[in-house]
């Protein structure tokens, strides 16, 4: 009377009784957080899977080094640059006629060349050269101011002046027609 209990993976036998197969299971009370048949699961991805062999998002390619992120570095000074200004400064000087400035920063600056504190030793010898340049004429102006005054001196002064200093010449104009 009794009957064995059936195999549920058992195939179906077709000889069987229609009675004896169980009825369909009763659908299942939803619970909360659990995923209703067809729809996604939380945080599964949305889109496709790439094809086998790709790097997921995110991930570096195979074979890629892994290295961890550099803090980000300071701005590059370069050391021989540290004193440039005196070779720019030099040029710029003995360009407007501040010659012995000129000069003074032209030596600092090949100075600092030959230290490696620098590396325009052009504009340091340009300002040189133009320093002393403009020196020279500076001396030979401050002469020749010099040897004009005292030629116009001896000329004028004295007990012997020349004509042109004391020429007492006036003019008078004189209405034309009158």
Not at 82 to 92: D, E, F, H, P
Not at 94 to 110: D, P, T, V
Not at 118 to 129: E, F, H, K, R, V
Request: hydrophobic share 35%; with cysteine.
């Amino acid at each position: 009377m009794s009957q064995p209990p059936e195999d549920p993976f058992a195939t179906p036998n077709n000889n069987a009784d229609a009675s004896a197969t169980p009825p369909p299971a009763a659908p299942q009370p939803e619970q909360p957080g659990q995923p209703q048949p067809g729809q996604p699961q939380y945080g599964a991805p949305q889109y496709a899977a790439p094809p086998q062999g790709a790097p997921q998002p995110g991930q570096p390619p195979y074979g890629a080094p892994q290295y961890a992120a550099q803090p980000p570095q300071q701005p590059y000074k370069n050391p021989a640059t540290a004193k440039n200004w005196m070779g720019i400064t030099s040029l710029v000087t003995s360009i407007l006629g501040i010659s012995l400035a000129g000069i003074i920063f032209g030596h600092l600056g090949r100075s600092a060349v030959r230290k490696g504190e620098a590396d325009n030793p052009g504009m340091s010898l340009a300002g040189l050269i133009i320093g002393y340049i403009g020196m020279v004429l500076s001396i030979i102006a401050i002469i020749a101011m010099f040897a004009f005054f005292g030629w116009f001196i001896d000329e004028c002064g004295g007990s012997n002046p020349a004509d042109w200093c004391t020429s007492e010449v006036s003019y008078t104009w004189e209405a034309q027609g009158a």
